[in-house]
């Protein structure tokens, strides 16, 4: 059996059963890069909206955002039967149903459930808006209205979206992204052809235009559209939407956004590859990527139903190789949402047995990435990004996240080579289908080290063994003691 650097034996092939082990050699004096934090990109949903004492709550955990991704309705803020704007409305209320001499799409009605805690979209906004450095607002809805049924004017719709950002962006002077529509090719979004939706797309690039010149604003509006669904298996649109935009010689775009769901990470690199080969091809700006949602997809229903501990699980691969994407910005779904929909998914959940927000395995996933240094360092070999080191600069903490995205048990052995002749604090916080997992356990409340001792390097090296079982993670902290 081959030897790791210490001697130790290297472990590395399947064993009987399920079983199988990896090694995880991280070098502590060789640094690979400054860490990128992913977790900084963060998103909101309008289909069962958290009080606004949440943001305060998440940016408590998590720290700040630097984008938070927010949402505005256009058939609940403007009533195109009466021409009349509710800046303040109660989310989450259709106010067409039984309404039949009316025409009005469907969209995510269906999905849609009133705010448990009665929200109205001005305190959804300000609130987040206050926790977060800036705000991505998404203007969705109405799409098929103008487009397809043209009950509503393409000149009436470009005047609406106008007056929409400008009263929220003068409520929250931090929106800096607008993302025009949101998954506009599938039915619960409008279902509209590139065709359809394009000159939508224009109606809100003047208006954004119009405003950062009539305004001068601090902070700019920049412009990107449309979040497409499915990645890469959708690309014929995406590369259709290119096209046109390319040929389009009065276009504002400021960054480009898609989603992406699905159990296979190499789908981001594919994509992103794809897409920077053809912006170049096409002599389209170089311009950020957002992956405005992004999560797991695993059976049948509203957005697939992986349980809550194998997205957070899952995501980690995907976020640490999108971290290598230059231009990408991952945004994980999502902070809050439906548990009698989305369970699988939100990262924290009204738990009224504590009289408060409680992080969920997926919350859990964030805190690692936030509790990561400002260094990465090298792990040596290949781990299908599965695995991150990093070390802090100004304090020497080092910590590895850990994770086992499949069935079974992966016994990680874990080496740190290169490290001073000193003693840590060494602190593990597993995640897995028993521990820190409220949704398994609604006893877990708040995140627990599940082992603390105290370490010392024996010839600049450390070494442990580490079972994790399935979906399993675990971040490992290393406090030098003085």
Known sequence: MPESSSGRPRRVVPNAGDRVWTQVSVDASCSVRSWPHVERYQNTTLRYTPGPDFPPAMEAYLGKPQIIRLFVTLDEVWDYRTDTYDWNYLIGVNKFEGDSEHYHFHYDWPLTVPSPLGVHEEDYLRSHAECAESVMLNIRRYEREVAVEHVISYEKYEEVVERVIEHYKELCPNIRYIELMN??????????????????????????????????????LLTGTMGLTAGVKNWGFWSDFLKRLAADEDRTIDFYSMHEYHTNPCRILEFYVRHEALVHELGLPDLPLMMTEYGLRVGEGDAGRPHNLQNACGEIQGMILGSYCENLRMFPWCTFHNPNQQLGRTMFVMDEAV????????????????????????????????HVATIDSATGRICVLLSHPGEGEDVHELSVNGLPAKRYACTRYLVDGVHNNWVANHACTELEATACETVEAQDGCWEMSLPLGENAFCLVVLDPIP
């Open 355 to 386: 009289g408060g927000y409680v992080p969920t395995p997926s919350g859990h996933t964030m805190k690692f990435f936030a509790m990561l240094g400002d260094t990465e360092l090298l792990i040596e070999g290949y781990t299908y990004n599965r």
């Open 183 to 220: 998954e506009v090719d599938i039915p619960n979004f409008g279902e509209l052809t590139v065709d359809e939706f394009y000159p939508l797309f224009q109606c809100g690039y003047r208006a954004i235009r119009r405003l950062n010149e009539r305004h001068d604003y601090a902070i700019p």
